[in-house]
């Protein structure tokens, strides 16, 4: 972990291309983590199950529509382990301005935004940062957009920094530190795809 630097675009990209994110640690002081292990999702090894396959009927997918909005319900300091301040929900809508950011969103049939996810896209990674859901099943929804998405597109690395318990039971599996930044190294060579990216 290391402290300190702005969260200026360049800073950004540059940090992610090299395995590294930014977190506060605590109320003003902003950290940057490179975790060992890394968690990742391996894009065929996302686990559907049967009753998620049935709540995909209930959503429409949206890419990049409410932005704003997803980073601002994922900052809700109402939710566990809430980390997300005003500088970072800044930042990042400026990278989404830039082309870098991006959401995918679920949205009811009475057209509600029910749940999504944000991340970075460089190349062939998508870095996922935070998802929510306001609906039951809407962020594992988006999860399975965002795979079929990257899958389309040959993207070769999902990135969800920590494998959670909740991850883990998506197909979330643990790497070290060495073999993430091989795996990474790969993945922002490669071209940037249609649809996401700058």
């Keep these: 972990m290391g402290v300190g630097a702005d969260l200026e675009p360049g800073t950004l990209l540059s940090a992610y291309r090299t395995g590294v994110f930014p977190m506060p640690a605590r109320r003003g002081l902003m950290a940057w983590w490179c975790p060992d292990p890394r968690g990742i999702l391996p ?25 704003a909005e997803v980073i601002t319900a994922c900052a809700d300091k109402g939710r566990p382990g809430a980390w997300i301040d005003r500088d970072i929900r800044s930042a990042y809508i400026s990278l989404h301005e830039w082309g870098w950011a991006h959401s995918v969103e679920a949205w009811d049939l009475e057209g509600r935004l029910a749940g999504g996810l944000y991340g ?3 190349g062939g990674l998508f870095a ?71």
């Design 43 to 67: 894009l065929d090894g996302l686990r559907v199950s049967r009753s998620l396959r049935k709540s995909m009927a209930r959503f429409e997918i949206r890419v990049d529509t409410a932005f």
């Design 120 to 122: 970075v896209c460089i």
């Design 128 to 198: 996922g940062e935070s998802m929510f859901h306001r609906q039951t099943d809407a962020s594992k929804v988006v999860l399975v957009a965002l795979v079929a998405m990257l899958q389309d597109a040959r993207s070769s690395l999902l990135d969800v920094q920590w494998a959670t318990p909740h991850l883990k039971t998506l197909g979330a599996v643990e790497i070290s530190r060495a073999d993430y930044l091989q795996l990474l190294a790969a993945a922002v060579a490669q071209p940037q795809p249609d649809g996401f990216g700058g």
